[in-house]
């Protein structure tokens, strides 16, 4: 079976870890991915914030390369673009006038057809029905599964998890033979996009969700967001400074974890591209 | 006429909120869940569930401290204040049209400088190359902010990583894009 993937600006570049370790899982399961062609960027938050056709002008070509190239499901590992496409599909099939007029701006039909998986829906699909066959050496560690803010809201548009203490990477974590611990900072913001524009307040918001995983005496955060992941782990020396503390969790994309079970090398898995060291395997 | 017909009709902020995101700034009641839970609130001059009361007085003074606050620039969109939200007020896609009217009356607070420059680098970046590349926009955004020794050891760690590449990805549809931006008036 062939899916549609979207991997959205992170994965190619800082994001690089995150990319192997969904690719190397597929292939693991024998699942392979079509690129949708020449696809653009989301316009993620800055679009959104500047301008409000744009940052639906953008996510509506992606979908509509996807209609147009016959993948009808596609999954989007960057919980940050996969919400811009589904509030983007939502706001269209909402406002036909609007439709239509982001039809004309981008120059191309749009239907509005396209299945959007987040990563774990995608897991939860394709991987958890073969996964107990592949595991080799089970991820028996305590963690802390954070989903950060786009994975689960806006709720009622991504119908996807509850937004408050959402299971499903808790439970896909608990299938791989990991303990996640109770972590009411699961959905807290870690600052998102303004890691590079207000830096103290992504050291300060992200400080508070690595000291309440260590405090709960997780070995590994889990993420499914680049974002996330660049703010916990490459903004890690900012958060110290910021918190005058030594945080050492290291924080590990659930796609590296289900690889590392399923006997993967961490090499393999994008796991030494990190800044945080990540001694547990 | 019915109440949300009578604001829609005025020339108030609240009624262009109204008219364009389809918030009704009448319906909160104060709760304060959303100030609550916005894990940026304690940075911001009017946190939300302030703009929402200053909404509602509809007087000139308050959507003029409104558009002005640095608040609605350091909004994350996390989307929490909506989760909460008891009367399912829409407070991220209010902020979002509240920063674009900001820009277009020139009302910009001068605290979110660097946060509206970090944006129009990013967007700059795939004006021209259909995605984000990072390089260029970390430079862009150096010329942007004036900001130049900030991250400057991050640049090595990400290359040696492999996380940062040197010359951009341009894709097939630059000239598509391109005509995006110009329609959508960017």
Same mark, same amino acid.
């Given at each position: 079976?062939?899916?549609?993937?979207?991997?959205?600006?992170?994965?190619?570049?800082?994001?690089?870890d995150y990319n192997e370790s969904v690719f190397a899982i597929a292939e693991a399961f024998g699942l392979e991915f079509t690129q949708i062609p020449d696809?653009?960027?989301?316009?993620?938050?800055?679009?959104?914030?500047?301008?409000?056709?744009?940052?639906?002008?953008?996510?509506?070509?992606?979908?509509?390369?996807?209609?147009?190239?016959?993948?009808?499901?596609?999954?989007?590992?960057?919980?940050?673009?996969?919400?811009?496409?589904?509030?983007?599909?939502?706001?269209?099939?909402?406002?036909?006038?609007?439709?239509?007029?982001?039809?004309?701006?981008?120059?191309?039909?749009?239907?509005?057809?396209?299945?959007?998986?987040?990563?774990?829906?995608?897991?939860? =699909?394709?991987?958890?029905?073969?996964?107990?066959? =592949?595991?080799?050496?089970?991820?028996?560690?305590?963690?802390?599964?954070?989903?950060?803010?786009?994975?689960?809201?806006?709720?009622?548009?991504?119908?996807?998890?509850?937004?408050?203490?959402?299971?499903?990477?808790?439970?896909?974590?608990?299938?791989?033979?990991?303990?996640?611990?109770?972590?009411?900072?699961?959905?807290?913001?870690?600052?998102?996009?303004?890691?590079?524009?207000?830096?103290?307040?992504?050291?300060?918001?992200?400080?508070?969700?690595?000291?309440?995983?260590?405090?709960?005496?997780?070995?590994?955060?889990?993420?499914?967001?680049?974002?996330?992941?660049?703010?916990?782990?490459?903004?890690?020396?900012?958060?110290?400074?910021?918190?005058?503390?030594?945080?050492?969790?290291?924080?590990?994309?659930?796609?590296?974890a289900i690889g590392l079970a399923i006997g993967l090398p961490a090499e393999k898995v994008g796991l030494k591209r990190h800044f945080v060291e990540v001694?547990?395997s | 006429m019915s109440h949300s017909e009578h604001h829609t009709e005025r020339n108030t902020l609240a009624g262009s909120v109204e008219k364009s995101v389809?918030?009704?700034?009448?319906?909160?009641?104060?709760?304060?869940?959303?100030?609550?839970?916005? /894990?940026?609130?304690?940075?911001?001059?009017?946190?939300?569930?302030?703009?929402?009361?200053?909404?509602?007085?509809?007087?000139?003074?308050?959507?003029?401290?409104?558009?002005?606050?640095?608040?609605?620039?350091?909004?994350?969109?996390?989307?929490?204040?909506?989760?909460?939200? /008891?009367?399912?007020?829409?407070? /991220?896609?209010?902020?979002?049209?509240?920063?674009?009217?900001?820009?277009?009356?020139?009302?910009?607070?001068?605290?979110?400088?660097?946060?509206?420059?970090?944006?129009?680098?990013?967007?700059?970046?795939?004006?021209?190359?259909?995605?984000?590349?990072? #390089?260029? #926009?970390?430079?862009?955004?150096?010329?942007?902010?004036?900001?130049?020794?900030?991250?400057?050891?991050?640049? /090595?760690?990400?290359?040696?990583?492999?996380?940062?590449? #040197?010359?951009?990805?341009?894709?097939?549809?630059?000239?598509?894009?391109?005509?995006?931006?110009?329609?959508?008036?960017?």
């Amino acid at each position: 079976m062939k899916f549609g993937i979207y991997p959205g600006c992170s994965l190619t570049g800082s994001a690089r870890d995150y990319n192997e370790s969904v690719f190397a899982i597929a292939e693991a399961f024998g699942l392979e991915f079509t690129q949708i062609p020449d696809w653009n960027c989301c316009g993620a938050t800055a679009a959104h914030n500047l301008n409000k056709e744009l940052s639906l002008a953008l996510p509506a070509r992606i979908l509509a390369l996807a209609e147009k190239n016959g993948l009808e499901e596609i999954i989007v590992p960057c919980a940050a673009c996969y919400s811009r496409l589904v509030v983007t599909q939502h706001e269209l099939k909402k406002d036909p006038e609007l439709k239509n007029r982001i039809c004309e701006v981008i120059e191309m039909d749009y239907r509005g057809t396209s299945v959007i998986l987040n990563v774990i829906e995608w897991i939860d =699909k394709y991987i958890i029905p073969k996964l107990e066959e =592949k595991i080799v050496k089970p991820f028996n560690h305590k963690v802390a599964c954070y989903y950060g803010c786009l994975l689960v809201r806006p709720d009622k548009i991504l119908n996807y998890d509850r937004a408050e203490d959402p299971q499903t990477l808790d439970i896909v974590m608990s299938k791989i033979g990991a303990a996640p611990v109770d972590y009411p900072f699961k959905t807290e913001c870690c600052g998102a996009g303004l890691s590079i524009s207000r830096t103290d307040i992504v050291s300060k918001l992200s400080g508070k969700i690595i000291e309440d995983a260590e405090h709960r005496g997780a070995e590994a955060i889990i993420v499914a967001c680049p974002m996330c992941h660049s703010n916990l782990d490459m903004r890690r020396p900012d958060i110290n400074k910021y918190w005058k503390a030594k945080y050492k969790i290291p924080v590990i994309f659930v796609t590296q974890a289900i690889g590392l079970a399923i006997g993967l090398p961490a090499e393999k898995v994008g796991l030494k591209r990190h800044f945080v060291e990540v001694k547990i395997s | 006429m019915s109440h949300s017909e009578h604001h829609t009709e005025r020339n108030t902020l609240a009624g262009s909120v109204e008219k364009s995101v389809e918030v009704q700034a009448h319906k909160c009641y104060q709760c304060g869940k959303c100030t609550a839970g916005c /894990p940026v609130a304690d940075e911001m001059d009017l946190p939300p569930s302030m703009v929402m009361r200053l909404l509602q007085t509809e007087e000139p003074a308050n959507d003029e401290r409104i558009l002005r606050s640095h608040a609605i620039w350091l909004c994350v969109t996390c989307e929490m204040c909506l989760s909460r939200c /008891p009367m399912e007020i829409d407070i /991220p896609s209010m902020m979002d049209y509240l920063r674009q009217r900001a820009r277009k009356e020139k009302k910009v607070n001068k605290k979110a400088k660097n946060i509206i420059a970090f944006h129009k680098s990013f967007l700059n970046s795939i004006r021209f190359t259909g995605r984000l590349y990072e #390089l260029g #926009l970390i430079l862009d955004y150096k010329r942007q902010s004036l900001n130049m020794t900030q991250d400057i050891s991050l640049a /090595p760690k990400m290359i040696s990583r492999g996380k940062l590449h #040197l010359f951009p990805t341009m894709i097939k549809g630059t000239a598509h894009i391109a005509r995006i931006f110009k329609k959508t008036r960017t």
